[in-house]
């Protein structure tokens, strides 16, 4: 990570050395200007994870800050909010003992086109524990040997949504939406159309093997390049507050929730609002 940077519009602090950013200074429900997008979207590749706090959001300032960065796609599984129905909520309430993202992934990678972020604001969080954790893929692709670079670089992965029902079935606040299973080919490497630094983009909770070659053939490498890449030393975590938003690039990090105030044996609710921001077909190396 380079020294910190000076933003004109807003103040920062980073969480921590690999990635992540605490922003203050600023109202996202205000109108924004070009300039200060600019900022924000600067600081973003640079930090690929900003936390805004003390923010106040009807649900059309959080659609109308989130569209600074790209038109919003649904999710292809889960009913959107009824007056916004590219905006879904991620409830866990009293008693439900399954965390919604509780394993390391970008989201929706089965998609042709998967999201270029999210923006996520907290409603509702319990008194202590549910943070999200995200680790840094182009450090993880960076700190590879270059033998490894050169085999990673020509591979591509197939992601799949598996089973459809799994974000909606256990949870009393949330409604499945019927679509058709999800999957597609990316590149294993993928290139950052802004940046145009080299990432690695895989996680088990949708990348299921190798083009080319079986699961049993593509676990070794796949299982190797996750537990390298979620490394504590690549990684940051968040610590939400009711008011904060979290902007994330998706294309670049991986993230999960933290399962750790036992909602099923306390009263505690976590209430999340999830705006995702469209992306572009992967960019592969060369």
């Not at 905006?87 to 270029?116: A, C, Q, T």
């Not at 537990?227 to 991986?254: E, I, K, M, Y």
């Amino acid at each position: 990570m380079n020294l910190k940077k000076k933003y004109v519009h807003f103040d920062h602090s980073p969480i921590g050395g690999a990635l992540g950013a605490v922003v203050t200074g600023i109202d996202l429900s205000e109108d924004l200007e070009p300039l200060v997008i600019a900022e924000i979207r600067s600081a973003l590749n640079e930090y690929l994870v900003l936390l805004f706090r003390d923010q106040n959001l009807t649900l059309s300032a959080h659609r109308k800050f989130a569209e600074h960065f790209g038109n919003l796609i649904p999710h292809p599984y889960v009913h959107g909010v009824q007056e916004d129905l590219d905006i879904f909520e991620i409830v866990r309430e009293p008693g439900e003992d399954y965390s919604w993202d509780n394993f390391y992934h970008s989201d929706l990678m089965f998609l042709k086109k998967p999201p270029m972020g999210s923006a996520l604001y907290a409603k509702e969080v319990p008194p202590y524990g549910a943070d999200t954790e995200f680790c840094n893929m182009y450090l993880a692709y960076e700190s590879l040997s270059d033998g490894l670079k050169k085999v990673v670089d020509s591979l591509k992965v197939v992601n799949e949504s598996g089973d459809t029902t799994q974000w909606s079935a256990t949870y009393g606040g949330m409604h499945e939406k019927n679509n058709e299973e999800g999957c597609a080919v990316h590149p294993l490497v993928r290139v950052h159309p802004e940046t145009r630094r080299k990432s690695l983009y895989l996680s088990p909770a949708f990348s299921t093997r190798f083009e080319g070659m079986t699961k049993q053939e593509s676990a070794p490498l796949m299982d190797y390049l996750y537990s390298h890449a979620t490394q504590s030393r690549f990684g940051c975590r968040l610590h939400w507050q009711q008011g904060s938003l979290a902007l994330w690039d998706n294309r670049v990090s991986l993230h999960h929730a933290v399962a750790d105030y036992f909602g099923e044996v306390t009263a505690h609710r976590r209430v999340m609002r999830r705006a995702t921001i469209e992306g572009e077909v992967p960019i592969p190396v060369g």
